[in-house]
């Protein structure tokens, strides 16, 4: 039967020194272990790869169809609707009657307007004839004063004739001066009297002709007013959004619907984020499946974020069958496309960002680009075949554990 020999003293002592040595250096590590401060852990990290390709400028977009030319039907009188003309979607003509309203506050204003220019008129007619009047009476008694001033005249020139033959007194003939003074100066106070008098009667009736023509305005407005109760069509096209009732109260500015002039064709309508409004200039170029389209114009108003900008088709090329409404997928094209280093864009693709070095991720900072369809350009500081991390990091650490 085998047994085991003993080994050499010295043989054993250097197994002995080994064995200690090794359970040393574990206690070592296991000390260090626990002393090193735990990183902080990424729970269900996204990792993207850097890659080389091509980066394409564009923004994919959702637009829908409007027509190039169309008028809004906005209430421009108040009432209850009376009767409905026509169905929404019908293609209407121009001045093609919509829809009647009744007011009974505008009858009740047009009656009492056109009385108001009824008593008017009559308080004008009267002053016209208390001045014909005036002036008649005037004339009558400017041709006494007249006839009075000649005759006291001549009776002047004869009293100075006796006076100077020595057949009257020259009492009398200072008599007849003083008779001959006054029927001048009757005569005319009488005729600046009477020229003022003429003056104010026209100044009155004047005023009053006055507000005769705004009275009467007045009631032209209202009767305008009463005729647009009968709502027409402005322009020749196809009716949307017309969802009016019998019955219905209408106020002034309601949005009743809208006419679209088929015939003017199409453009598409997009929002865009606000972030792209410095960007948005016109004559940008866009692709969509039923041909290419230019960026005409962008209105600036920014409402939730977005603004708004209008795609036109070149001249003589807009698709036919197209409705308002439609929706239609394109891409703005900023640019042309470039080669570049790429990443997909994320919440954590910022500067800096988070590189994986083996089980851990490291701070490392960085310089992007432009953004665009869910992709970055990576100017420096990232290689091909880097991972990064591109959901939001649990804090600003400068490493992080997988």
């Known amino acids: 039967m085998d047994r085991a020999l003993p080994l050499p003293p010295r043989r054993l002592r250097w197994r002995r020194w080994a064995l200690g040595l090794g359970v040393l250096a574990g206690l070592l590590l296991l000390g260090w272990a626990l002393r090193r401060p735990a990183l902080p852990r990424v729970e269900a990290p996204q990792l993207a790869t850097v890659r080389a390709g091509e980066f394409r400028d ?3 977009l959702r637009a829908r169809v409007e027509p190039l030319r169309s008028v809004q039907l906005d209430a421009s009188e108040a009432g209850r609707v009376e009767a409905v003309l026509v169905r929404d979607g019908e293609q209407v003509a121009a001045g093609a009657p919509l829809y009647r309203l009744v007011s009974p506050e505008q009858e009740q204003q047009l009656l009492q307007r056109s009385a108001e220019v009824a008593q008017q008129l009559a308080n004008v007619s009267v002053q016209r004839s208390a001045q014909a009047a005036s002036l008649a009476q005037n004339r009558r008694e400017l041709a006494q004063l007249q006839s009075e001033a000649q005759q006291a005249a001549l009776d002047l020139a004869r009293q100075r004739e006796l006076a100077v033959a020595g057949f009257v007194a020259p009492a009398a003939l ?13 005569l005319a106070q009488a005729m600046q009297d009477q020229q003022a008098e003429a003056e104010t009667r026209a100044r009155s009736l004047s005023e009053m002709d006055q507000a005769v023509q705004r009275l009467q305005q ?3 407005l209202l009767e305008r007013a009463q005729a647009r109760l009968l709502q027409r069509a402005p322009l020749a096209g196809q009716l949307s959004g017309f969802t009016l009732q019998l019955g219905a109260s209408v106020r ?11 015939g003017g064709g199409t453009q598409l309508v997009a929002d865009v984020d606000e972030y792209y409004l410095a960007r948005l200039q016109p004559g940008l170029q866009a692709h ?5 389209l230019t960026l005409a114009q962008t209105l600036p108003q920014v409402q939730g974020g977005k603004v708004r900008v209008l795609l036109h088709w070149p001249t003589g090329q807009a698709p036919a069958g197209l409705r308002p409404g439609q929706a239609v997928e394109l891409s703005l094209r900023f640019s042309a496309p470039a080669p570049a280093l790429l990443l997909p864009d994320g919440p954590g693709v ?8 083996g089980d851990t991720l490291q701070r490392r900072a960085v310089r992007l680009g ?9 100017l420096s500081g990232l290689r091909a075949g880097e991972q990064v991390l591109i959901s939001q990091p649990p804090n600003a650490a400068d490493r992080l554990g997988l």
Do not use: K, M, T
Request: net charge positive; aromatic share 4%; charged share 35%.
């Open 58 to 60: 564009e923004l994919a």
């Open 174 to 186: 200072e008599q007849a001066q003083r008779r001959e003074q006054l029927a001048s100066r009757l």
């Open 218 to 220: 007045g009631l032209r």
């Open 252 to 262: 002034v500015g309601d949005r009743l619907g809208r006419i679209d002039d088929s």
């Open 288 to 292: 969509s499946p039923l041909g290419p």
């Open 350 to 357: 910022q500067n800096p960002l988070y590189v994986r070095e």
């Open 370 to 378: 432009r953004r665009a369809a869910g992709w970055v350009e990576v």
